[in-house]
């Protein structure tokens, strides 16, 4: 006999029948014998009796009758209530074995309190029981006459996060969805569902009543990490919505057939008639089928393609107008035969005009254009080779995704863009199945429909900011696409065979290159576009902004003269950017004000001089800060980088009367907090040869900030301009106002190299810098700087701490000789 019998519903109070089961709890105090006669052991904490069950798993917060056939499972249960403890429920490996021993069960199981125990006078035993918690078994402690284990509680942890809470919400509502369709679910079952007020216990409720294998249930209750468990969970009931839903739609779709079959056959009989008086029908439906076999013949397709396309035709043919699948299934014929299958012929490169459009479309960005030319070349003389995959990664606004434009009109392709920014979908790339209703291809696809060319430019436009969902990875979808020795067979899960990308010439955008995944990131060629100079940002305004705002502001050439001074004060005060997107809105204000003045007729042409900037645009937004802070002693200006270019940071540092700490704010990374720390060491060690007096630090404390608090900052590069600062205050000797450094800073006084240098000279340059303290080993990035910064600028290349005290600190005050002397 089974021990376990099918779920049914909580039994309830015992009528006066003559058979009526007999319901009784039995009281004894632990340690009374058991069946055997033999006195029990006082049971300990940590130990339950188990109560072996068969293909069936007690989820915690549920009420379940189990029906015990074997010696064991009675004598179990009925120990169970002498000693009023509760019970292990434990399922075994194989249902099929009678008897069971300690290594045929599974090692988690469910702690239960024991509601009712019946028995009926025909020899039936039942118990009622209540899941508490899971706990797995650490070790048997005897297997007669019942087992009995040392156990350890499980304690499920309680997570809140909007992830978490997202798929709680969920599930909650696929649960819901899932009882609406259930011919008669029970009302208190909904409430449960409504009312769940955690993840855990929600998910052991959908559990309990969903209609799955047993082993199945047992993993979930082996599954502790409540995300974990609710994936699984909602795969399973997924499932079992789409057979539930089906189940309902055959049951309307019979009732529809058979309240509807009289009056469906009228109107098939007269749609016939038409049909035949207007030469459509079957007529039309095979002169429909013949234009998609030709279709299909001039579409070019490989052989394996061509042999789907004419399966699916087969179908359609066969299909009446009536059914959804005909739809489905033109809708796929579509799409296979308006896909640039064909590779048409290729124009050929022209190095020399290829040149004159990049010099066109963009000023500056000389090492850019070199690696673009370059690449160009390679495709003219090997266009069967595999070329990169290019990634331009930069700031917003220096014109990542215009090269791509001007790229596709060097090569004479057509160009298409995919905005990759929020996408969080796998079948975003790969598309889904054509069986589903509404299913399209993926964006890779349907961007190659939109080119209508093989060869076509594509620029995969944000590729840093895919996310992931829970509908998987797209950029693992997106590894096979950027692979030159795997996009050839790319399959797209809409389109079902493979389509060759080997041709397309793939061209993605970046801000950051962190969050791209390391293998994704190492299909690509990354190409740096730093950001521009002054110098460079008043060429471009010059040559495209001031044209472009002037065209869309509807005015005319001529009718606004705004010149290079003016056109130096905005970028100086009211813009700070990498890029000229900001410039191109300050340019646009400039533009609407002198419209509103010609449209209103009180001028006929306007001039706008730097005067009259403040009137327009407001008051100046940036002004040089390093003047600002020039003559004071324990203020160091250093360099930073950002993801939209470069920064200048000041360091301050103060003394006060202490017992020799460090305080350091600012909002300050643990890297930039070791910095600050190998410094005081440093300067600590050093004292003498700093020129520092040594009873300086005796007794006090040294607070170092770094201001913009409200900004975090981290990184190794500030350790030189932290230095510089303490020898400033502990020296008496202001840092030079027209000097800024970066290096980072070791405790044997090596200035080491760092990251991001043309960034931040850049950003030197701009904050009105003439002086820029560098690492030596960094001499390796001086030709990356743009050649009119380069002549501007004053480098110092540092060896050693003592190089930057030496060349960055102000000379020592004169001593006056005591007289007399």
């Not at 130990?47 to 549920?62: A, E, K, Y």
């Not at 399966?311 to 699948?325: C, G, I, M, N, T």
């Not at 905005?570 to 003045?597: D, F, Q």
Request: net charge negative; aromatic share 4%.
């Amino acid at each position: 006999m089974n021990d376990i019998d099918p779920p049914v519903a909580t039994p309830g109070e015992a009528s006066a029948d003559a058979r009526q089961p007999a319901v009784f709890e039995v009281s004894a105090p632990a340690g009374a014998p058991d069946e055997g006669g033999r006195p029990a052991a006082a049971p300990d904490a940590d130990t339950l009796i188990i109560l072996p069950v068969r293909d069936t798993v007690l989820f915690p917060g549920t009420v379940f009758p189990i029906a015990l056939g074997r010696s064991a499972s009675i004598a179990a249960a009925q120990q169970a209530v002498r000693e009023e403890r509760q019970i292990g429920v434990l399922m075994q490996r194989d249902s099929t074995k009678a008897e069971p021993s300690a290594g045929d069960f599974h090692s988690f199981g469910t702690v239960a309190n024991v509601l009712r125990y019946i028995s009926t006078p025909d020899g039936q035993h039942h118990v009622v029981v209540q899941g508490e918690s899971r706990f797995q078994v650490e070790e048997f402690l005897h297997e007669q006459p019942f087992f009995r284990a040392r156990v350890r509680l499980v304690v499920e942890p309680e997570q809140r996060s909007p992830d978490i809470e997202a798929r709680f919400a969920n599930l909650r509502r696929m649960a819901l969805e899932a009882l609406q369709l259930l011919p008669q679910a029970p009302s208190d079952l909904v409430g449960a569902v409504q009312t769940a007020s955690s993840p855990s216990q929600l998910t052991d409720l959908v559990a309990a009543y969903l209609d799955f294998p047993a082993e199945q249930k047992q993993e979930l209750i082996e599954t502790i990490d409540p995300v974990a468990r609710i994936d699984k969970v909602v795969a399973l009931l997924a499932h079992r919505l789409e057979v539930l839903r089906l189940t309902a739609e055959i049951g309307r779709q019979t009732k529809a057939t058979f309240d509807e079959r009289q009056k469906e056959a009228v109107l098939r009989e007269q749609m016939a008639a038409i049909q035949r008086q207007l030469g459509e029908g079957d007529a039309g439906r095979a002169q429909e089928v013949t234009d998609l076999s030709a279709a299909i013949d001039k579409a070019g397709m490989p052989p394996d393609a061509e042999a789907a396309a004419r399966k699916e035709l087969r179908r359609y043919e066969r299909s009446s107008d009536a059914s959804p699948e005909s739809g489905m299934i033109r809708n796929h014929l579509d799409w296979m035969v308006e896909l640039p299958w064909a590779l048409p012929d290729e124009a050929p490169i022209d190095i020399a005009q290829a040149r004159r459009v990049l010099d066109a479309d963009h000023f500056g960005l000389g090492k850019i254009k070199d690696r673009i030319v370059e690449y160009l070349a390679v495709r003219k003389l090997a266009p069967n080779g595999k070329a990169p995959i290019l990634c331009f990664a930069g700031p917003p606004g220096v014109g990542k995704t215009s090269l791509g434009q001007s790229i596709a009109r060097a090569m004479g392709r057509p160009f298409v863009r995919v905005s990759l920014g929020g996408v969080h979908d796998e079948a975003e790339i790969r598309g889904h199945r054509s069986t589903y209703i509404g299913a399209l291809p993926g964006t890779i696809v349907q961007g190659l429909r939109k080119a209508g060319a093989r060869d076509c430019v594509m620029m995969l436009d944000e590729i840093d900011k895919m996310g992931r969902g829970m509908g998987g990875d797209p950029s693992a979808a997106m590894l096979e696409v950027l692979d030159p020795e795997q996009n050839a067979t790319f399959r797209d899960n809409y389109i079902g065979t493979p389509f060759d990308l080997s041709r397309v010439v793939f061209i993605a955008t970046a801000n950051m290159l962190d969050s791209i995944p390391g293998p994704l990131r190492d299909r690509m060629e990354i190409i740096t576009l730093a950001g521009y100079t002054r110098a460079e940002k008043l060429e471009i305004a010059k040559r495209y902004l001031v044209r472009r705002q002037t065209e869309a502001n509807g005015l005319k050439p001529g009718q606004v003269d705004l010149g290079d001074d003016a056109l130096g004060a905005i970028i100086g005060g009211y813009t700070r950017e990498s890029g000229v997107r900001n410039l191109e809105r300050e340019v646009g204000a400039v533009m609407r004000h002198a419209a509103v003045k010609i449209a209103s007729g009180e001028a006929e042409s306007v001039v706008v001089t730097p005067d009259d900037l403040p009137a327009i645009l407001g008051a100046t937004r940036f002004e040089s800060e390093a003047g600002m802070r020039a003559g004071l002693a324990g203020v160091a200006t250093g360099l930073a980088w950002t993801p939209v270019g470069g920064e200048i940071l000041f360091i301050e540092a103060a003394r006060s009367a202490g017992r020799g700490g460090l305080l350091l704010t600012g909002q300050l990374g643990d890297v930039m907090k070791e910095s600050a720390q190998i410094a005081l060491s440093l300067v600590k060690g050093r004292a003498l040869s700093l020129g520092i007096d040594p009873k300086a630090l005796d007794g006090a404390d040294i607070h170092i900030h770094v201001p913009a608090g409200a900004t975090p900052k981290d990184g190794p590069s500030a350790g030189v301009a932290m230095t510089m600062a303490l020898v400033s205050l502990l020296g008496g000797r202001p840092v030079r106002p027209d000097t800024a450094m970066t290096g980072e800073v070791s405790l044997r006084g090596l200035v080491m190299p760092v990251g991001g240098i043309k960034e931040k000279v850049l950003a030197a340059a701009a904050a009105g810098i003439t002086r820029v303290m560098l690492p030596a080993r960094n001499r390796r990035d001086y030709d990356d700087i743009p050649e009119d910064v380069r002549d501007a600028l004053e480098f110092v290349w540092l060896e050693r701490v003592e190089d930057a005290v030496a060349a960055g600190l102000e000379p020592a005050p004169a001593v006056e000789a005591a007289p007399g002397s």
